[in-house]
C-alpha cells in the first residue's frame, strides 16, 4: 500500500490528512508551523538530510526575518498559547503552536519521525510537499525568486512539490496551481502577520483534490 507523507510549512498539511482520514499521522511536522519560508524550502530540498539530524528542544530566534518582521519571535494568535514548544532539525526552526508540553511534543516528534523512517525504509510512499502563495508567512522583495528555489531541481521521483499561487508569479512548472482570484491581490497582513486573503479551508480543499 502506498503511504501518502503530506508535508506543508503550516497545518493545512494537517487539515488534507484529516480530510483524506490518513492515520496514523506518519511525518512528524504534523500540526506545526515553519515560521521562516527560506527554512522550509532549504527542509524541502534537503528532506533526506534533515531527517537525518537529531531534533533538539530550543527557543525561537530573535533574530529570524519572522521575529524582525512579526515583531515577535512567537506567532502571535488569540487561540495560540505562548510559550509553545519550539523543536529544532539542524538550523530548522518548527513552531508546535498547538501544544503546550515540551517533554510530550518532542516525544511525539521523534515517534513520528521514527514511523517516516521505516516508511522511507520500505520504499512504498509518496512525498508531497505543499505550498501556497497564501501561506508564505515572510515578506519577500522576490517572490518568483522563492517559488522558484521551492521548486528547485527536483529529480526525485518520490517527492511532488505543489504550489498554489496567483497567475502573474506563474514559472511554468506543472504543479504551478494558478489562483485566478488572488491575481494582482492585495498584500495585507492581520494582526498575526498572516495574508488578508488567506483561507486555509479553501486551500485544503483544493490541494486535496491533486492528492491521491
Given amino acids: 500500500m502506498m503511504n501518502s507523507i503530506i508535508i506543508s510549512n503550516t497545518c493545512v ?28 524550502i532549504k527542509l524541502v530540498n534537503n528532506f533526506n538530510n534533515y ?23 512567537y506567532y502571535v494568535h488569540k487561540d495560540i ?11 530548522i526552526e518548527i513552531h508546535f503552536i498547538h501544544e503546550n508540553n515540551n517533554t510530550e511534543c518532542i516525544k511525539k516528534f521523534i515517534s513520528r ?10 520504499n512504498e510512499y509518496k512525498i508531497i510537499f505543499t505550498l501556497s502563495f497564501s501561506e508564505l508567512i515572510n515578506e519577500h522583495n522576490d517572490l518568483k525568486l522563492i517559488i522558484n528555489n521551492y521548486f528547485g531541481d527536483n529529480k526525485n521521483n518520490k517527492e511532488i ?8 508569479y506563474n514559472n511554468g512548472n506543472e504543479n504551478y496551481i494558478n489562483i485566478e482570484k488572488w491575481y494582482n491581490i492585495e498584500l ?8 488578508d486573503f488567506n483561507d486555509q479551508i479553501f486551500t485544503i480543499n483544493l490541494l486535496s483534490k491533486y492528492i491521491e
Fill in 188 to 195: 495585507n497582513r492581520d494582526s498575526s502577520h498572516i495574508y
Fill in 81 to 91: 498559547k505562548t510559550p509553545y514548544p519550539v523543536i529544532y532539525l539542524g538550523d
Fill in 161 to 168: 512539490k505543489y504550489f498554489l499561487g496567483s497567475p502573474e
Fill in 13 to 40: 498539511g494537517q487539515g488534507i490528512i484529516k480530510q483524506k482520514n490518513l492515520y496514523p499521522y506518519n511525518n512528524p511536522f504534523i500540526g506545526s508551523l515553519i515560521p521562516n519560508d527560506n527554512d522550509y
Fill in 51 to 73: 531527517l537525518d539530524m537529531n531534533p533538539i528542544l530550543g527557543n525561537p530566534k530573535e533574530d529570524s526575518l519572522f521575529a524582525k518582521q512579526n515583531k515577535c519571535k
Fill in 113 to 122: 519521525l521514527n514511523r517516516l523512517k521505516e516508511i522511507i525504509k520500505n
